[in-house]
């Protein structure tokens, strides 16, 4: 079964200091997401994406975030300054239509020191 | 502002019997229901989801049952057996008016002991 594949898998950065978290998406779904989980607490909604553009944003998902989808396969979110309060899981996700049946890859651990 | 509720943390059951996971929602726009399990150092899976307009919908072991004037839904798992110990998440969705923006609960931790 095809799996949404993200790297790197844990990811440790100094605060203030730009990343780039990388997701390969299943390869007929159109639809694009990122979620976080910071320790402990719930998992959260990011930003969608359709058709290179974003479709919907939290409140999460400030003027430091973007996201990209630099060819036909990688789907990435760059965090430009990151903050220590940005330290979480990060979790991409995919699916063919807007239905809420996501499939999600297995995470990036963002460390921000 | 927790749309979505899952107020027990941890549950602790034993193999065979029934494991009831219990998720309360706020907002009465949400229309589309699911459960995703996850296991430790692995994304969240799909399990079973339900639509506003039913009150239950049964996948093999795994049942959710929608109560709707209560603003409440439930996983039933029947039998419950060891692999099922992991954390589910109830999560929400207005299906009409998002792109896949769906609303977790914090999770509930099950451990189905042998």
């Known amino acids: 079964e095809p799996e949404v594949t993200q790297t790197p898998s844990h990811q440790v950065t100094q605060m203030g200091q730009e990343v780039i978290l990388r997701c390969v998406p299943i390869?007929?779904?159109?639809?694009f997401y990122w979620y976080r989980q910071i320790l402990g607490q719930k998992v959260e909604f990011l930003v969608s994406?359709?058709?290179?553009?974003?479709?919907?944003k939290s409140e999460i998902f400030d003027d430091q975030f973007s996201v990209e989808r630099p060819d036909g396969s990688n789907f990435t979110l760059k965090i430009r300054s990151t903050k220590l309060e940005d330290s979480a899981m990060y979790f991409c996700?995919?699916?063919?239509?807007?239905?809420?049946?996501?499939?999600f890859g297995p995470g990036t651990r963002l460390t921000v020191l | 502002d927790q749309q979505v509720k899952q107020n027990s943390p941890s549950l602790s059951v034993q193999e065979g019997r029934i494991s009831i996971l219990n998720c309360d929602y706020t907002?009465?726009?949400?229309?589309?229901f699911l459960w995703y399990k996850k296991y430790p150092a692995e994304g969240p899976t799909f399990l079973i989801s339900?639509?506003?307009?039913?009150d239950k919908n049964e996948d093999g072991r795994f049942t959710v049952f929608l109560n709707k004037s209560a603003k409440h839904l439930s996983l039933h798992i029947v039998p419950s057996q060891p692999g099922d110990s992991a954390v589910y998440f109830c999560?929400?969705?207005?299906?009409?008016?998002?792109?896949?923006?769906?609303?977790f609960g914090k999770g509930t931790k099950l451990s189905v002991k042998p």
């Open positions: 996700a995919s699916s063919e239509s807007p239905s809420g049946r996501l499939h």
């Open positions: 390869s007929n779904h159109l639809y």
């Open positions: 994406f359709y058709n290179n553009e974003i479709s919907e």
């Open positions: 907002n009465s726009m949400f229309d589309y």
């Open positions: 339900i639509s506003s307009i039913k």
């Open positions: 999560a929400a969705t207005n299906y009409g008016g998002s792109q896949g923006n769906l609303i």
